[in-house]
T-cell receptor
Framework: RKEVEQDPGPFNVPEGATVAFNCTYSNSASQSFFWYRQDCRKEPKLLMSVYSSGNEDGRFTAQLNRASQYISLLIRDSKLSDSATYLCVVNPYSGNTPLVFGKGTRLSVIA | NAGVTQTPKFRVLKTGQSMTLLCAQDMNHEYMYWYRQDPGMGLRLIHYSVGEGTTAKGEVPDGYNVSRLKKQNFLLGLESAAPSQTSVYFC???????????FGDGTRLSIL
């Protein structure tokens, strides 16, 4: 099983729709989880951290399911500007081991 | 506050030439990283450093060397460039291994 797995998409959704992505991780001892956003030909940017109790930032909600070893990202009221690739990021092992980035899920929001 | 700065932004090399990519961060981060990203693919870790004077291999280290002589700088070297090294290179830094990474805006490298 790969350390971090994501559905590559693309997810094509109309403006105003709600869309959710899941990401599975292999190491049950993982402690840090993040979602990043990457626009075409740009650098990845931190979107939000994922906390055990789940967390929300405006239209974005992140959740962690330790029992099933996945994290999720929910986007409500999608905007055209949400079109991007969303990267799931997990620390797979000890604290000194770099974070592992998923290959990303591509989202296209259509007018 | 510049964050993570990469130089150069673009470069074209001929096969066999050498060059060094520079990454500088002003956030006092301990950890620094070099990634490459090819079209339609995810980030692949080349080398990383957990502090000044340290380096470690990542997923795809062959053909690259790195140095971290100063805490704020992390250099990536290509001794003999090959067409397979044509890519976008991203540098990143973080406080620690489990903290989020902050990225530079990339170096687009073409090797002919």
């Amino acid at each position: 099983r790969k350390e971090v797995e994501q559905d590559p998409g693309p997810f094509n959704v109309p403006e105003g729709a709600t869309v959710a992505f899941n990401c599975t991780y292999s190491n049950s001892a993982s402690q840090s989880f993040f979602w990043y956003r990457q626009d075409c030909r740009k650098e990845p940017k931190l979107l939000m951290s994922v906390y055990s109790s789940g967390n929300e930032d405006g239209r974005f909600t992140a959740q962690l399911n330790r029992a099933s070893q996945y994290i999720s990202l929910l986007i409500r009221d999608s905007k055209l500007s949400d079109s991007a690739t969303y990267l799931c990021v997990v620390n797979p092992y000890s604290g000194n081991t770099p974070l592992v980035f998923g290959k990303g899920t591509r989202l296209s929001v259509i007018a | 506050n510049a964050g993570v700065t990469q130089t150069p932004k673009f470069r074209v090399l001929k096969t066999g030439q050498s060059m060094t990519l520079l990454c500088a961060q002003d956030m006092n981060h301990e950890y620094m990283y070099w990634y490459r990203q090819d079209p339609g693919m995810g980030l692949r870790l080349i080398h990383y450093s957990v502090g000044e004077g340290t380096t470690a291999k990542g997923e795809v280290p062959d053909g690259y060397n790195v140095s971290r002589l100063k805490k704020q700088n992390f250099l990536l070297g290509l001794e003999s460039a090959a067409p397979s090294q044509t890519s976008v290179y991203f540098c990143a830094s973080s406080y620690g291994g489990v903290q989020p990474q902050h990225f530079g805006d990339g170096t687009r490298l073409s090797i002919l």
